[in-house]
């Protein structure tokens, strides 16, 4: 296996060279590119469209910025690098960056110009203010070269929310990865048999999600707190409050995102809505009710996980994959009869809704440096970044990996893993893991994991499958028109966003944790005013060309 690494480092001189750069993609439309092709041929298929099997023509080296994760660190000798190069003709100069590190060095790399050609793992969001020196190509421009992901976008009626990732400029710089449906995953898992042994069900508002966890402090005298919390490094229970916002007409945790939410006629600022208040209100309380353990805001992952292992909470955030690592950790502490259930989200006073982002299809995508465009193989990049990340052939082998190495497929078109390759739970005892082992069921090869229907739900194990259709019967949050800021725009907006945001973050955390009243909520929102709040929101529906 050949494989070349590069070594991310940080730029000296950014601002300076961020100045200097030429933007290749400037100019043009998306009724063709704005670069002549002719040249850039090499290893390209001519007949490439939907449903054809990509293999260069010629052998090609790409390059590739690689998040490595710690759970499953590069390794040369992976199946999916061997297999890329001999059944693709594709290669990679690796310029292998820590995820602890990733976006800030992906930053950094973009503006200075260093940044190899591929850049997976990124969001829109991530790069929208690294687009106007013209390191980043437009993606927009190049769309005819890309027949699965035009295909995935029509079939799936995704175009509009496809149109909301455009800037001013009218071009996108990010494809994202696709969902044929949303692929919810957060929510809280609770000790199903001290559900059942107090004979509750499932609850199915967040109200009774309280009233049960009283049910359970009452009947479990053992428990330190009936609910712990964790993913709460950067800010409290980020996971669970993005996965709640939505019944509560806001976004919030992970899902904060550019702070404003569509009210159904304009942007109002999230931090500031009632429905956000309501959310932090109904947490607080669950603290102050002695029903959430405090310390679940602040604490690290693995003594979230061992209070709930070890029979200390009954409830706790949690997702898909998750879910199994603590039935795992139950069979490990010699517990036989705890049973570990993977609620679906409860329904909140704004209805059974899922937030836009949740409930959206698009999923961390690529995008690519505008270097790519004056390479001689660029069409054949092309190729190889729509086949891997949008065919179904490709979609398949970036998760499942080579039929009769890693699983096998049977006339029903049924995939079972290898005996020896294990994946979430799924072949449970096996001594190699599917990503660990061979690379693949990896965020950096496999964007969406799946992106259709039957390739998602084919790692899912039933209960999880059950989950997934129960949360695709929600409602999903309108999300509003899309937010063209141009470079001026951006850059005031930047600003008091940051500041913003500072305030909203430590005001949930003070709210939650009991150190300030909700009585003081008008105050708090005062704040934001005289941080400059609506001037802010006034920024971004001009840009949403709203009340214009």
């Known amino acids: 296996m050949r494989i070349t690494r590069r070594k991310a480092v940080a730029a000296t001189a950014v601002a300076a060279l961020a100045l200097t750069l030429t933007a290749c993609s400037s100019g043009g439309d998306d009724d063709g590119a704005p670069v002549d092709m002719a040249d850039k041929m090499?290893?390209?298929?001519?007949?490439?469209?939907?449903?054809?099997?990509?293999?260069?023509?010629?052998?090609?080296?790409?390059?590739?910025?690689?998040?490595?994760?710690?759970?499953?660190?590069?390794?040369?000798?992976?199946?999916?690098?061997?297999?890329?190069?001999?059944?693709?003709?594709?290669?990679?100069?690796?310029?292998?960056?820590p995820l602890a590190d990733f976006e800030q060095k992906r930053s950094l790399l973009i503006s200075s110009g260093d940044a190899a050609d591929l850049i997976p793992s990124t969001y829109a969001a991530d790069v929208e203010t690294l687009t106007s020196g013209g390191a980043l190509l437009a993606v927009s421009d190049y769309l005819d070269y890309l027949p699965n992901f035009q295909d995935k976008v029509e079939k799936w009626g995704l175009q509009e929310d496809l149109d909301r990732l455009r800037q001013a400029d009218g071009k996108f710089y990010v494809l994202p990865g696709l969902h044929e449906n949303p692929k919810p995953s957060y929510s809280v898992a609770i000790r199903e048999d001290l559900w059942a042994d107090a004979g509750l069900?499932?609850?199915?508002?967040?109200?009774?999600?309280?009233?049960?966890?009283?049910?359970?402090?009452?009947?479990?005298?053992?428990?330190?707190?009936?609910?712990?919390?964790?993913?709460?490094?950067?800010?409290?229970?980020?996971?669970?409050?993005?996965?709640?916002?939505?019944?509560?007409?806001?976004?919030?945790?992970?899902?904060?995102?550019?702070?404003?939410?569509?009210n159904g006629s304009e942007y109002e600022y999230t931090g500031a809505s009632e429905g956000y208040k309501e959310l932090i209100a109904y947490f607080a309380d669950l603290v102050d009710s002695g029903l959430l353990d405090p310390e679940g805001l602040t604490q690290e992952d693995d003594p979230a996980k061992a209070k709930f292992t070890t029979g200390k909470a009954a409830a706790i955030g949690s997702n898909d994959?998750?879910?199994?690592?603590?039935?795992?950790?139950?069979?490990?502490?010699?517990?036989?009869?705890?049973?570990?259930?993977?609620?679906v989200v409860p329904a909140g006073p704004a209805g059974n809704i899922m937030d836009a982002t949740t409930g959206g299809q698009f999923e961390s995508g690529i995008a690519l440096s505008s270097n790519a465009a004056e390479r001689d193989d660029f069409v054949a990049l092309l190729q190889f970044v729509d086949w891997l990340y949008y065919s179904d052939e490709g979609l398949e082998f970036a998760k499942w990996g080579v039929e009769g190495e890693t699983y096998t497929k049977d006339a029903d078109g049924v995939r079972t893993l290898a005996d020896d390759v294990d994946w979430g739970g799924l072949n449970a005892g096996a001594p190699k893991m599917l990503n660990t082992d061979f690379g693949y069921y990896n965020g950096v090869f496999s964007l969406a994991h799946g992106s259709t229907e039957d390739l998602v739900k084919s790692t899912l194990t039933p209960d999880v499958q059950a989950f997934l259709d129960e949360m695709n019967k929600k409602d999903v949050a309108e999300n509003g028109p899309g937010i063209a800021m141009d470079e001026m725009q951006r850059e005031e907006a930047s600003l008091l966003q940051t500041n913003l945001q500072d305030v909203v973050m430590t005001a949930t955390s003070q709210f939650l944790l009991g150190e300030r009243p909700m009585d003081e909520w008008d105050a708090y929102v005062a704040e934001l005013e005289s941080a400059g709040m609506q001037t802010y929101v006034d920024t971004v529906n001009e840009a949403a060309g709203v009340n214009q």
């Open 42 to 97: 090499v290893g390209a298929m001519e007949d490439y469209g939907v449903g054809t099997s990509f293999k260069a023509t010629e052998p090609i080296e790409l390059g590739l910025m690689y998040r490595d994760h710690p759970n499953y660190p590069l390794k040369d000798d992976w199946s999916v690098l061997k297999h890329l190069e001999e059944d693709r003709n594709v290669t990679f100069d690796v310029q292998s960056v």
């Open 201 to 262: 069900e499932d609850p199915k508002t967040w109200d009774e999600f309280a009233d049960q966890l009283e049910v359970i402090k009452e009947e479990n005298p053992e428990l330190d707190y009936p609910y712990t919390e964790r993913w709460s490094i950067n800010g409290p229970m980020e996971a669970t409050l993005q996965a709640a916002a939505g019944g509560f007409g806001t976004e919030a945790g992970w899902g904060y995102g550019d702070g404003v939410t569509w």
């Open 321 to 343: 994959q998750e879910a199994v690592v603590y039935r795992t950790g139950f069979e490990e502490a010699g517990d036989k009869d705890a049973k570990v259930k993977h609620l």
